[in-house]
């Protein structure tokens, strides 16, 4: 035995003298996990939110959740003597008195804009896949929620500094608050502890920055995490993959060595980004008061579409009884991502309550066997897309030397014009591509070799799939959904169905989502096919038989030819000359 | 005197005398509204500048402003607006516009500074104006950079942004980036408010104020970014951005990278 054997057996026999753990470690350590660079994104969410974390409990050994106002003395001489609040005063002195402080602080805010855009991108590999189909639709919700949190969690952070841009955020969060019916005003007063800005807020905010959702976002990771453990992760169609097996690497060592290897990658991504480019210039942006504001104000990135939202809205308010409706701020800020954040969590639901499908499903889809969700997903990105745009509206007006007023309008059209058109053109691509997928089951490849047979007729030569492509295909044959049929009006006895209206609407979804399918050929004609592809495969044969004749190679530039049992082949003898020369 | 005592009585001279008052009380008010503008009478007092002014005015400026810089539907009247603003104007190759619209874009300039300062007398001698500020007034060297800095968020910010990169307006315009702009520019746009500009005069704001203006802005042109590339300092759109193409393409060239079977 090795030292290092010695040294590891002595460990775990320690451990499992006391805490009985061999057995339950000899179980997990083997667990697999399948591989595919498409389900390390989250783990890139994990990652960058472990660095969040760090560099945030540094950051709270400096700074002050205050917002007494002070006179600035420190060393950032065009804020020399001016007066500024505690928060501000200590987030200055993060960037230029303590050690390292800048870069901790620029690493902080870094991880925590990979961390929304991970959980992004996560986000739209489980959706575009399916991965959230049962029996994954609890852990889908956990992750609505997460992203939820971290907006949250992102929103408080960009508050704290109390610089002009978080200050103007505030403001424009208050205004939120506000525009809501009834309770507004009240809200407002309970959020801000009074009038704007408040004298407790700062507090108040900190706490929830640092308590309150860092400590939710754990704990729903926890789950998250538990369940992806206890569902065993899904993986995509191939050859020997089925809905009751997981192929891939065990945990230890091969996936222990990736997972760890890429959060090292991960955090120095973060750590040279924040060494280098600069992030939230607070120095420049100066200390918030309320009647000032900045042009180009603007949210962290993962804010700009309600920003947009709210941007290209136009003007409405409805004065009744005395009381204003800020239509204006209400529809923009609150129902529009109520109706988007309600709709993604209870997604999964409608969709298998759509389907009628309550298998469980391990095997993931690919987005082009499930036209209708991918036209969905694509759609909602387009949308989001516009209302980014509409965030930086003032950006790409100075840039692109256009008229505000212009990408308002543009804006306010296409919103509603181009998300359908898109839901319509992806659609359609999915449904060419299946096209092709059944074209290539029942005929395999098109070589591009065409080919005269004795009688005159040309013919396209077609090369058989090999074993994994045609694995990844024939999946779609097991996930193949049919639309539920119309229900009828009465029973068999003429009595009336109570449900018909809910179940008509239903089945009228459905037609909607699994109608358009391209239907994958039976078994029967992929093996007809392949004989077909065979069949092909023996009349070009002979050509076949001509070229593995002794004959093989063409001449270069009047070089010799090559001939069975010659010293030198063709490219040998090229070379040979290259180098005599 | 015998000719003037003969024609004492004629009847035309209660006229001559009326204008005559009228034209030094006028004068006298004219002098004392515009005394701290002692460049503006140095430049009227060039006849020969001004001459040359005028020739080129004609050639490249009147057929917006009018053929006696009088404005029109294309252009609006020069009389009165001072040198300053024909300096700011011309000197930045804002005018002459190449071609309408929203606001005119900085060019490189079409007329030599001596022509720019011939222009900026005939104007100037058309009617009192805000003169070219000298090199006293635009001398910030003794300014309080951070009090510049306050004025800067007060009055400037919310068109030219914190960092002075510039903003959208309305329509199409827009407030410029202030990285390029010299000390003299800075100081002549405060004083004319060219284009959709405020016009902040000595009133508003003292030359002290203005020198602290200028001191931040130069101060924002030649600060170093202490926390590394600065991005443009356009705030938090291009670091989302930067943060979706560059920073995300590493990330997921690194999943690839590791998500990729061993060969």
């Given at each position: 035995m090795s030292i290092t054997e010695k040294v590891g057996a002595g460990t775990a026999d320690f451990a499992d003298q006391r805490l009985g753990s061999n057995k339950w470690l000899g179980k997990n350590l083997k667990k697999v996990f399948p591989d595919h660079w498409s389900f390390m994104l989250g783990e890139i969410a994990l990652y960058s939110f472990m660095v969040v974390l760090i560099t945030g409990v540094f950051l709270t050994l400096f700074y002050k959740p205050s917002l007494v106002e002070v006179v600035y003395e420190g060393s950032y001489v065009p804020l020399k003597g001016v007066m500024m609040t505690e928060a501000y005063a200590s987030t200055l002195d993060i960037s230029f008195e303590v050690r390292g402080g800048l870069l901790i602080r620029q690493m902080h805010h870094w991880s925590a804009l990979i961390f929304v855009a991970a959980i992004s991108v996560h986000l739209f590999r489980v959706f575009f896949t399916g991965a959230f189909r049962k029996p994954r639709e609890l852990n889908w919700v956990i992750g609505v929620g997460l992203l939820v949190l971290a907006l949250g969690a992102g929103f408080s952070g960009y508050s704290l500094p109390d610089d002009l841009l978080s200050g103007t955020g505030l403001q424009i969060a208050r205004g939120i608050a506000q525009s809501i019916p009834i309770i507004g005003t009240w809200a407002a007063f309970l959020l801000f502890d009074g009038e704007f800005p408040g004298v407790d807020f700062m507090s108040r905010l900190y706490m929830v920055h640092i308590l309150l959702i860092p400590g939710l976002i754990i704990g729903l990771v926890t789950v998250h995490l538990m369940m992806v453990w206890y569902q065993k992760h899904t993986q995509f169609p191939?050859?020997?993959?089925?809905?009751s097996n997981v192929v891939g690497y065990p945990l230890l060592p091969v996936y222990m060595a990736k997972a760890g290897g890429f959060f090292f990658i991960v955090f120095g991504i973060i750590t040279m980004l924040s060494g280098l480019v600069n992030i939230n210039p607070v120095w420049i942006f100066g200390p918030y008061t309320p009647d000032q504001v900045t042009a180009g104000t603007q949210p962290d990135w993962y804010i700009g579409w309600l920003d947009g939202a709210l941007r290209v809205m136009p003007n409405w308010e409805t004065v009744a009884f005395g009381f204003t409706l800020s239509w204006n701020i209400l529809i923009p800020a609150v129902i529009v991502p109520g109706l988007i954040f309600t709709a993604m969590a209870l997604y999964p639901f409608l969709e298998s309550w759509v389907s009628g499908d309550k298998r469980e499903h391990h095997l993931l889809d690919r987005p082009r066997n499930a036209p209708v969700r991918t036209g969905i997903g694509v759609m909602s990105i387009v949308f989001y897309g516009l209302l980014w745009i509409g965030g930086g509206n003032d950006l790409m007006a100075t840039t692109f030397n256009l008229s505000i007023n212009a990408i308002t309008w543009f804006l306010r059209i296409t919103l509603f014009l181009l998300p359908p058109l898109a839901f319509i053109i992806t659609k359609r691509i999915c449904l060419a591509l299946q096209r092709k997928d059944r074209d290539k089951l029942l005929h395999g490849y098109e070589s591009g070799r065409i080919l005269r047979l004795p009688h005159g007729e040309f013919i396209e030569v077609h090369q058989p799939l090999n074993n994994k492509e045609k694995a990844i295909l024939m999946a779609k044959l097991d996930s193949e959904q049919e639309p539920l049929a119309l229900p009828a009006k009465t029973d068999a006895n003429g009595v009336k169905n109570k449900g018909y209206r809910v179940e008509s609407l239903r089945a009228r979804l459905s037609h909607f989502y699994f109608a358009d399918t391209i239907a994958p050929p039976t078994r029967e004609e992929i093996e007809a096919g392949q004989a077909h592809v065979a069949h092909e495969a023996e009349l070009e044969a002979p050509l076949h038989e001509y070229e593995e004749e002794a004959y093989v190679q063409v001449p270069f530039h009047g070089g010799v030819l090559h001939r069975e049992?010659?010293?030198?082949t063709n490219a040998e003898a090229l070379e040979d000359s290259r180098r005599t020369d | 005197m015998k000719a003037l005592a003969a024609h004492r009585r004629h009847p035309i001279m209660g006229l001559v005398l009326l204008l005559l008052a009228l034209g030094v009380v006028g004068g006298v008010y004219g002098v004392a509204t515009t005394a701290p503008s002692s460049a503006d009478t140095a430049l009227v007092g060039d006849q020969t500048q001004i001459e040359e002014g005028r020739r080129l005015y004609l050639e490249g400026c009147s057929s917006c402003h009018g053929l006696n810089a009088e404005g029109g539907s294309a252009g609006p009247t020069?009389?009165?607006?001072g040198a300053a603003a024909v300096h700011f104007q011309v000197a930045t190759g804002r005018m002459p516009l190449a071609a309408p619209g929203a606001q005119a874009p900085v060019k490189?300039?079409?007329?030599?500074s001596e022509e720019t300062l011939q222009m900026a007398a005939y104007i100037a001698s058309l009617a009192p104006g805000p003169a070219i500020p000298t090199a006293e007034q635009i001398?910030?060297?003794?300014?309080d950079i951070a009090e510049g800095g306050v004025l800067f968020r007060i009055n400037c910010a919310q068109c030219h942004q914190a960092a002075g990169q510039g903003g959208a307006l309305t329509q199409g315009k827009y407030a410029p980036s202030l990285m390029s702009a010299t000390p003299q520019e800075i100081y002549e746009a405060m004083l004319t408010g060219p284009q959709n500009m405020p016009i902040f005069a000595d009133t508003t704001l003292p030359t002290p104020d203005k020198q602290a203006i200028i001191a931040y802005v130069v101060d924002l042109q030649q600060a170093p970014s202490p926390g590394g590339l600065?991005?443009?300092?356009?705030?938090?759109v291009v670091e989302g951005l930067f943060l979706w193409t560059a920073v995300f393409a590493a990330l997921i060239g690194a999943a690839v990278w590791i998500g990729m079977r061993a060969r």
């Amino acid at each position: 035995m090795s030292i290092t054997e010695k040294v590891g057996a002595g460990t775990a026999d320690f451990a499992d003298q006391r805490l009985g753990s061999n057995k339950w470690l000899g179980k997990n350590l083997k667990k697999v996990f399948p591989d595919h660079w498409s389900f390390m994104l989250g783990e890139i969410a994990l990652y960058s939110f472990m660095v969040v974390l760090i560099t945030g409990v540094f950051l709270t050994l400096f700074y002050k959740p205050s917002l007494v106002e002070v006179v600035y003395e420190g060393s950032y001489v065009p804020l020399k003597g001016v007066m500024m609040t505690e928060a501000y005063a200590s987030t200055l002195d993060i960037s230029f008195e303590v050690r390292g402080g800048l870069l901790i602080r620029q690493m902080h805010h870094w991880s925590a804009l990979i961390f929304v855009a991970a959980i992004s991108v996560h986000l739209f590999r489980v959706f575009f896949t399916g991965a959230f189909r049962k029996p994954r639709e609890l852990n889908w919700v956990i992750g609505v929620g997460l992203l939820v949190l971290a907006l949250g969690a992102g929103f408080s952070g960009y508050s704290l500094p109390d610089d002009l841009l978080s200050g103007t955020g505030l403001q424009i969060a208050r205004g939120i608050a506000q525009s809501i019916p009834i309770i507004g005003t009240w809200a407002a007063f309970l959020l801000f502890d009074g009038e704007f800005p408040g004298v407790d807020f700062m507090s108040r905010l900190y706490m929830v920055h640092i308590l309150l959702i860092p400590g939710l976002i754990i704990g729903l990771v926890t789950v998250h995490l538990m369940m992806v453990w206890y569902q065993k992760h899904t993986q995509f169609p191939g050859q020997g993959r089925t809905n009751s097996n997981v192929v891939g690497y065990p945990l230890l060592p091969v996936y222990m060595a990736k997972a760890g290897g890429f959060f090292f990658i991960v955090f120095g991504i973060i750590t040279m980004l924040s060494g280098l480019v600069n992030i939230n210039p607070v120095w420049i942006f100066g200390p918030y008061t309320p009647d000032q504001v900045t042009a180009g104000t603007q949210p962290d990135w993962y804010i700009g579409w309600l920003d947009g939202a709210l941007r290209v809205m136009p003007n409405w308010e409805t004065v009744a009884f005395g009381f204003t409706l800020s239509w204006n701020i209400l529809i923009p800020a609150v129902i529009v991502p109520g109706l988007i954040f309600t709709a993604m969590a209870l997604y999964p639901f409608l969709e298998s309550w759509v389907s009628g499908d309550k298998r469980e499903h391990h095997l993931l889809d690919r987005p082009r066997n499930a036209p209708v969700r991918t036209g969905i997903g694509v759609m909602s990105i387009v949308f989001y897309g516009l209302l980014w745009i509409g965030g930086g509206n003032d950006l790409m007006a100075t840039t692109f030397n256009l008229s505000i007023n212009a990408i308002t309008w543009f804006l306010r059209i296409t919103l509603f014009l181009l998300p359908p058109l898109a839901f319509i053109i992806t659609k359609r691509i999915c449904l060419a591509l299946q096209r092709k997928d059944r074209d290539k089951l029942l005929h395999g490849y098109e070589s591009g070799r065409i080919l005269r047979l004795p009688h005159g007729e040309f013919i396209e030569v077609h090369q058989p799939l090999n074993n994994k492509e045609k694995a990844i295909l024939m999946a779609k044959l097991d996930s193949e959904q049919e639309p539920l049929a119309l229900p009828a009006k009465t029973d068999a006895n003429g009595v009336k169905n109570k449900g018909y209206r809910v179940e008509s609407l239903r089945a009228r979804l459905s037609h909607f989502y699994f109608a358009d399918t391209i239907a994958p050929p039976t078994r029967e004609e992929i093996e007809a096919g392949q004989a077909h592809v065979a069949h092909e495969a023996e009349l070009e044969a002979p050509l076949h038989e001509y070229e593995e004749e002794a004959y093989v190679q063409v001449p270069f530039h009047g070089g010799v030819l090559h001939r069975e049992g010659a010293p030198m082949t063709n490219a040998e003898a090229l070379e040979d000359s290259r180098r005599t020369d | 005197m015998k000719a003037l005592a003969a024609h004492r009585r004629h009847p035309i001279m209660g006229l001559v005398l009326l204008l005559l008052a009228l034209g030094v009380v006028g004068g006298v008010y004219g002098v004392a509204t515009t005394a701290p503008s002692s460049a503006d009478t140095a430049l009227v007092g060039d006849q020969t500048q001004i001459e040359e002014g005028r020739r080129l005015y004609l050639e490249g400026c009147s057929s917006c402003h009018g053929l006696n810089a009088e404005g029109g539907s294309a252009g609006p009247t020069l009389i009165g607006v001072g040198a300053a603003a024909v300096h700011f104007q011309v000197a930045t190759g804002r005018m002459p516009l190449a071609a309408p619209g929203a606001q005119a874009p900085v060019k490189d300039a079409i007329y030599t500074s001596e022509e720019t300062l011939q222009m900026a007398a005939y104007i100037a001698s058309l009617a009192p104006g805000p003169a070219i500020p000298t090199a006293e007034q635009i001398d910030y060297t003794d300014a309080d950079i951070a009090e510049g800095g306050v004025l800067f968020r007060i009055n400037c910010a919310q068109c030219h942004q914190a960092a002075g990169q510039g903003g959208a307006l309305t329509q199409g315009k827009y407030a410029p980036s202030l990285m390029s702009a010299t000390p003299q520019e800075i100081y002549e746009a405060m004083l004319t408010g060219p284009q959709n500009m405020p016009i902040f005069a000595d009133t508003t704001l003292p030359t002290p104020d203005k020198q602290a203006i200028i001191a931040y802005v130069v101060d924002l042109q030649q600060a170093p970014s202490p926390g590394g590339l600065s991005l443009g300092r356009l705030g938090p759109v291009v670091e989302g951005l930067f943060l979706w193409t560059a920073v995300f393409a590493a990330l997921i060239g690194a999943a690839v990278w590791i998500g990729m079977r061993a060969r």
